[in-house]
Nanobody, 120 residues
Framework: QVQLVESGGGLVQPGGSLRLSCAAS????????MRWYRQAPGKQRELVAA???????NYADSVKGRFTISRDDVKNTVYLQMNSLKPEDTAVYYC??????????????WGQGTQVTVSS
């Protein structure tokens, strides 16, 4: 059983910055991949960034150079540093974790989502 709790969303002006956090809690699990998704009104959910346990990171083209995903495996927390924010970044951002509970059991878990609004 793993629970993801997000924080850090809010209202920011264009060009500003926000830092999202997602903390994973539970016992007997290992996080393989942590991801950030976002979903804007009327649009499909899209993958924003991902970070593997080996340190590899990947980003959607729309956020490359502006967003940075990072992991703190001691705290079981993933962050999304968002700089140079644009109105089109406005969306609900969701944390997702690919978790191994055993050799034979892996699950995906989702956070509740946090609203990011970029507007003047």
């Amino acid at each position: 059983q793993v629970q993801l709790v997000e924080s850090g969303g809010g209202l920011v002006q264009p060009g500003g910055s926000l830092r999202l956090s997602c903390a994973a809690s539970g016992t007997g699990f290992r996080i393989n991949v942590m991801r950030w998704y976002r979903q804007a009104p009327g649009k499909q959910r899209e993958l924003v960034a991902a970070a593997t346990s080996s340190g590899t990171t990947n980003y959607a083209d729309s956020v490359k150079g502006r967003f940075t995903i990072s992991r703190d495996d001691v705290k079981n927390t993933v962050y999304l540093q968002m700089n140079s924010l644009k109105p089109e970044d406005t969306a609900v951002y969701y944390c997702n974790a690919d978790v191994s509970h055993s050799i034979f059991w892996s699950n995906d878990y989702w956070g509740q989502g946090t609203q990011v609004t970029v507007s003047s």
